[in-house]
């Protein structure tokens, strides 16, 4: 097939309009229909909510019975709390679905008489497909040309290994015939033309995709704030039921009490949460991405600030990834250009993923492919980790091998000296191996190239591999990457962990890891894990740095077993085999340049290759965590405090301690003081610890520093009913007054685990919680203010004030390092060696 255009006889594919009736008939070609996120699929879950529902219905009953002021003043806040709800959670989807197209899959389609990149879920019924190498099957299609087409299908058939596809007249559409090839799977090696079929759910894959999708992996991030709506519900729960209760028993009149208790719950309901988790989460994918770091799940972001152990291969890690071939040798260790010839051939010819070592060997001489025409193919897996191409050179027919060379010297009767084949014999072998490991100890990847000479030109198999004549060996040079050194430093100053899980050899591996500062005394294999129990690959991981001769399988258990003693796995890979160890890891990261497989399984993209630009993502990442634990902290310790202390004041006064409205316009303005926490700088400490969900320490701040709050509100009862000898009116504007200015200005407290004039806030921060509070001083003596049933407050009373918000910050300071200890924030990690 030509590079331009199919060959004759396959179909003509589609025009670009009509390709476009058939997506509007059919829909976008996804498996599980994809969440859209619209104006009203944002909006509908607010407009829902039960507690939202409820005071909108209290609001109308209130205007109904002749309360219009207290009416409207509800009904306001409700709308007004939900509009800027929605409008910052909507802007940062808006954002995270921009940043996410720039690595969206695509698919490669033959539209008005050329061939084109489009979005994969683009391709409908009737498109002609072109595949290759790497790539992931986009939707069912019949093969009208096949080139030594081998797909992975487990994802149907559970079968491990590569099946072969060809074009045959079959018309049995099922994974197991050749001449289909299914959403779902992937191209191991080999190119082919098809024809779509079928897209979407109607998909052999979309039939099952339902069920796959129906229970996804809970992320730590969820798992966390599941534990904290839990908290918050059985705190709700407790505390209404207590307020209903008391007001009933003290004969109150029900509707003002229920309104009461219902604005109590929201004052306790961080309801702004989604919100705040939204934007700080989307800032964090904004900052990453300008760090060329792409995030497709915003929850990725914050297990990525938690990841303790990071999992990579070397090669364009640690390593450039860019290869040299530096030396071609015959057996006896003389430069021999027959073996670079021979293999030129090899991966010149190879229909798989071109790997470095290919670019290197084609760069260092062009494939002279005069009088060679190829024959068949005999695919790279990682148990053979070898690769055979069947050519007919000249009018002899050869088998060309080239792979790891332990693997082909098992493969090996024969080697070449001056031309002539001799025993293989163990003296023999003995030197080959030597010189290989001399090489690897240099820190040179080392291919041997072999040759066998066949009867005839029949396909050939795996069985063919025997009786092969060794050629040479080659060797490439990949320098350590001139930033991993400091990257790893930076890294491990920053509590991660980095493990090298890779499938070269352990000599070649250790001369890498010392070259960048790791320390891999000792380089475990892959066969000394094989038969370790899990308890005791997990301890073997725990100490040891690198890990040479792996099997993807095996890549896979070690990330099972780390995530099953409580590490949080981030796993760096870019090729066919990583995609499960994708899948495993906490965060799977791979980068632009991968497969279609491994980018379509990370959760991750860097769009620059190495460790650097991931060591600022997994920064971005602490701080964003870090922004939101904040909120959770400040909603739970000051939001419990004012709640418990109108609990206790409707029981202990002969009035409501603050009208529902006011309650309302609290709760509204103190969530409004927080809506730039996601702008705020972190302290270089919370960033220097991966960081995990503490549901603990989020309730022992509730308990210990919300009745500090109630400590200083009782005391303000006190002043306004003694000093003050306050009414209705005075009271509820007094403690309005007061509540809203300490639990706002405590932010400045809680947001550091330093002393808070050595952490300054960021600009945004500083202005709207001295805005609101600002507001809440001046709302009294304003027209809005005797709406709100508000009176003017005595000077002296202001004085008090100061005192007493002077005061209450001081003790909240005391209490936050008794329950921080040391300054953990957060739940840490243990921080690596």
Request: with cysteine; charged share 20%; hydrophobic share 50%.
């Amino acid at each position: 097939m030509s590079a331009e255009e199919p060959v004759a006889g396959t179909p003509a594919g589609l025009s670009s309009a009509e390709a476009s009736r058939r997506l509007r008939e059919a829909g976008f070609n996804e498996p599980v229909a994809a969440r859209r996120v619209s104006v009203w699929s944002e909006l509908l879950p607010l407009l829902m909510n039960p507690l939202a529902l409820v005071l909108i219905v209290a609001g109308v009953i209130s205007g109904v019975l002749g309360q219009m002021a207290d009416a409207a003043i509800i009904v306001t806040v409700v709308v007004l709390g939900g509009a800027i709800n929605f409008r910052q959670t909507y802007r940062s989807h808006q954002e995270l679905a921009r940043l996410q197209a720039q690595v969206s899959l695509q698919a490669t389609v033959w539209r008005d008489g050329a061939w084109v990149e489009v979005a994969r879920r683009e391709v409908v019924v009737g498109d002609v497909v072109r595949l290759s190498a790497g790539d992931l099957v986009p939707a069912d299609a019949l093969l009208v040309e096949a080139v030594d087409l081998h797909v992975l299908q487990g994802a149907l058939t559970g079968e491990s290994m590569p099946a072969e596809k060809a074009v045959t007249d079959g018309r049995v559409v099922s994974p197991d015939s050749p001449n289909y090839v299914f959403m779902g799977s992937s191209v191991v090696s080999g190119t082919a033309v098809a024809e779509v079929i079928a897209t979407g759910a109607g998909t052999a894959f979309g039939g099952i995709a339902g069920s796959l999708s129906a229970a996804p992996v809970e992320t730590e991030f969820e798992k966390g704030l599941a534990r904290f709506g839990n908290l918050i519900l059985r705190t709700v729960f407790v505390l209404v039921l207590f307020v209903i209760v008391v007001n009933l028993s003290l004969r109150r009149d029900p509707f003002e009490s229920l309104l009461f208790a219902v604005a109590l719950a929201v004052g306790l309901t961080p309801e702004f949460l989604p919100m705040i988790v939204s934007v700080t989460l989307a800032q964090g994918a904004a900052a990453l991405a300008r760090h060329r770091v792409i995030v497709k799940q915003l929850a990725s972001i914050q297990n990525l600030g938690s990841i303790d152990i990071l999992c990579s291969d070397k090669t364009g890690t640690l390593t450039t990834g860019v290869m040299r071939l530096e030396q071609c040798l015959d057996l006896d260790g003389r430069a021999c250009e027959r073996v670079r010839v021979l293999a030129a051939v090899n991966s010149a010819l190879e229909t798989g993923i071109r790997s470095p070592l290919d670019t290197a060997i084609l760069a260092a001489g062009e494939a002279d492919l005069r009088g060679v025409r190829k024959l068949d193919e005999v695919p790279f897996d990682f148990e053979r980790r070898r690769l055979s191409v069947l050519v007919e050179w000249d009018g002899a027919v050869l088998l060309i091998t080239k792979g790891a060379p332990e693997s082909v010297v098992a493969c090996a009767s024969a080697y070449e000296r001056d031309g002539v084949a001799v025993e293989l014999n163990d003296a023999a072998r003995a030197r080959v191996m030597q010189r290989f490991h001399g090489l690897s100890t240099d820190g040179y990847r080392v291919l041997a190239v072999a040759v066998r000479k066949m009867a005839d030109g029949s396909p050939v198999g795996h069985a063919a591999e025997t009786d092969l004549t060794l050629v040479g060996l080659l060797a490439f040079a990949d320098p350590p990457h001139p930033e991993a050194r400091e990257a790893i430093a930076a890294l491990h100053r920053d509590g991660i962990r980095v493990r090298v899980l890779t499938g070269d050899n352990e000599l070649v591996t250790r001369h890498v890891c010392e070259a960048v500062g790791l320390r891999a005394r000792r380089v475990l294999t892959g066969p000394e894990l094989e038969g370790m129990t899990d308890p005791a690959l997990a301890h073997t991981v725990e100490h040891h740095t690198a890990f040479a001769r792996l099997t993807p399988a095996q890549k896979n258990r070690i990330i099972h077993v780390l995530r099953a003693r409580g590490r949080v796995v981030g796993f760096l890979g870019d090729g066919i085999n990583d995609a499960p160890s994708l899948r495993a890891a906490d965060v799977g990261i791979s980068v632009s340049t991968a497969t279609d497989v491994a980018r379509d399984a990370a959760g991750i993209i860097l769009l620059d290759p190495g460790l650097r630009v991931l060591h600022a993502g997994i920064l971005a990442g602490r701080k964003a965590f870090g922004n939101v634990m904040k909120y959770l902290l400040m909603s739970t310790s000051s939001n419990f405090g004012n709640m418990f202390s109108m609990a206790g004041a409707s029981l202990l006064l002969p009035f409501l301690p603050m009208l529902p409205s006011q309650i309302l316009l609290n709760n509204f303005l103190y969530d409004l003081a927080q809506l730039t926490i996601p702008s705020d700088n972190v302290d270089a400490e919370w960033m220097r610890r991966p960081r995990h969900w503490d549901i603990g320490l989020i309730r022992r701040f509730m308990l210990y520093v919300g009745p500090v709050s109630s400590v200083f509100d009782f005391l303000t009862f006190f002043v306004l009913l003694r000093v003050f000898q306050a009414g209705e009116a005075l009271f509820h504007t007094g403690w309005f007054v007061e509540s809203l200015a300490t639990q706002t200005l405590v932010l400045f407290v809680i947001r550091t685990m330093r002393n808070p004039w050595q952490s300054r806030p960021s600009g945004p921060l500083a202005l709207t919680v001295l805005g609101v509070v600002a507001a809440a001083l001046v709302i009294p003596f304003t027209v809005v203010g005797k709406w709100m049933g508000f009176v003017a407050l005595p000077g002296f009373y202001f004085v008090i004030l100061v005192g007493m918000t002077v005061a209450y910050l001081g003790l909240v300071e005391v209490v936050k390092r008794r329950v921080l200890g040391k300054g953990s924030l957060g739940g840490p990690a243990g921080t690596g060696p």
